[in-house]
């Protein structure tokens, strides 16, 4: 009797007969999840601790497949949520849970923001301002990219449009000034990481997403630190690294300064509308989303150099092209988390780590974001990474805020970072010249980045001190949705 109690068992543990597939790798691959699944179960499956890698070759499979990042996300969450929990309601579950955040309606709003204000031609007239404003200054043309960098990622909300847009307006005018052309690359590029710290940019409101902090709340934490590393970028552009000894433009006066700040006005009334309703709580989230929508697309119709509805048009759409993909990230990202939290991968890891102590893991998780971040997008990496050490930061209870912050210092550090960085191939194109010199024009500005990450590191007030002071809740309020109303 023995050997047909163990042909049962087989039997028993085993995948029923309507997922058996006799032929074709994927029948045989969802059986085997299936498998492991019910193993795990039972507690005969693999340890936490090779779940990891597990889940990384699966990912790296259906990427070699020429599958989009979300839908393989997606396909390997529902995949292991199908094995652990059973069925699909699980999955259900996890999308639902994915977008019950009101916070999420804000993302498609500020980037229609941004895109309305790209196509009105600001970065003109924010060049010109700045211009005008520090161009008698040593290093003048230096300090207005930086400072026109500021201002267009604020209201474009994207750091390669930054990067693209004052690039192709500040190359040009400092290298005829005789600035060292790859010192202007760097500065360019350096402009592009300041711009993913800038609110409201991608990263940011990812990150909001992912770790369920408020977004108005987190644009406020970064608010300081962009200002810091802003100024150390100023500073190095006064010291006048790379073209010592260039002579200074004359002051334009206070009426050329006057008419600058008229005609872009309504573009620098945009930043203080969103930020400072936020501050004082007279909107929420979606609220100063909705307003800055608005409000661009008030400036772009009645704008002296007139938008018309047909431009509108394709700025919305241009907005959705871009969204849809968040989106689609959004969701696959959200069905991952609810996987690996099944599989207690992220358990493990606040155990493995409880006695590292705050410092070292949020080091760790950080470094881990950089490496990442040289290779894929940052918000695959904001969205995948975040879930996986979220309950080993709460745990030793690190702050969310500043952990944000200085995750999208990091991740500003990653595009301007030789060779690999992102930002540094964009500007090569620009600024037409070779990557080995982009790079070496970029090497000062990691540098001060890595100063202002230090800064962050060692006084967490900096990105604390806004957000507590307006008084703003940190955690994102979720949607509460009926039970059985699915």
């Known amino acids: 009797m023995r050997p047909n109690f163990r042909r049962r068992r087989r039997r028993a543990v085993g995948p029923p007969p309507a997922t058996r597939c006799r032929s074709g790798g994927d029948g045989r691959l969802l059986a085997a999840v299936r498998r492991f699944g019910r193993g795990r179960a039972a507690g005969r499956g693999c340890p936490v601790a090779l779940t990891g890698p597990v889940v990384v070759a699966l990912i790296a499979a259906i990427r070699l497949a020429g599958i989009p990042l979300s839908a393989g996300l997606a396909v390997t969450g529902a995949a292991i949520l199908f094995a652990y929990e059973g069925g699909v309601s699980p999955v259900v579950d996890a999308a639902v849970a994915t977008f019950g955040q009101p916070q999420l309606i804000a993302i498609p709003l500020f980037l229609f923001m941004g895109k309305v204000m790209t196509r009105v031609g600001i970065v003109d007239d924010l ?3 700045a211009r005008t404003l520090c161009g008698h200054v040593r290093g003048g043309l230096g300090v207005a990219t930086v400072l026109s960098s500021i201002l267009f990622a604020v209201v474009s909300g994207s750091s390669l449009a930054t990067v693209v847009s004052v690039g192709a307006r500040a190359i040009p005018a400092m290298a005829a000034a005789g600035y060292a052309r790859r010192h202007v690359a760097g500065l360019v590029a350096a402009g592009g990481a300041l711009a993913v710290l800038t609110p409201p940019s991608v990263p940011l409101m990812l990150y909001a997403v992912a770790a369920h902090v408020s977004m108005g709340a987190l644009f406020l934490a970064a608010l300081v630190p962009g200002i810091v590393l802003g100024l150390l970028f100023a500073i190095s552009a006064i010291l006048d690294v790379g073209h010592p000894g260039h002579e200074r433009a004359p002051f334009a ?53 007139r938008v018309s509805v047909a431009d509108v048009g394709e ?31 992220p358990a493990h890891l606040a155990a493995i780590t409880q006695g590292w102590g705050a410092p070292a893991v949020v080091l760790a998780a950080l470094a881990v974001a950089f490496l990442a971040a040289m290779v ?10 975040t879930p996986l050490v979220l309950p080993a930061l709460t745990g030793l209870g690190v702050d969310l805020l500043w952990y944000g912050v200085l995750l999208t210092l990091m991740l500003g550090l990653a ?53 507590q002071s307006s008084g703003l809740p940190v955690e994102a309020v979720p949607v509460s949705i009926p039970a059985g109303a699915l």
Do not use: C, Q
Request: charged fraction near 5%; aromatic fraction near 8%.
């Open 315 to 345: 700025a919305g759409l241009d907005a959705l092209k871009t969204t849809i993909p968040v989106a689609a990230l959004i969701l696959g990202a959200g069905i991952f988390a609810a996987a690996v939290a099944a599989i207690g991968l």
């Open 127 to 129: 060049f010109d301002v």
């Open 253 to 305: 006066g206070w009426h050329s300064i006057g008419a600058a700040l008229a005609r872009s006005f309504a573009v620098l009334l945009l930043p203080p509308l969103i930020l400072g309703g936020l501050y004082f709580g007279l909107v929420t989230n979606v609220e100063a989303a909705a307003t800055g929508a608005v409000y661009a697309l008030a400036v772009a119709l009645l704008a002296p150099r």
């Open 376 to 385: 894929v997008d940052n918000a695959v990496v904001v969205l995948v990474i």
């Open 415 to 467: 595009t301007i970072t030789p060779p690999f960085g992102l930002t540094l191939f964009v500007v090569r194109g620009i600024a037409n010249l070779p990557h080995r010199e982009v790079g070496r024009g970029a090497w000062p500005f990691v540098i001060l980045l890595l100063a202002a990450i230090a800064l962050v590191l060692l006084v967490p007030h900096l990105a604390t001190m806004v957000p």
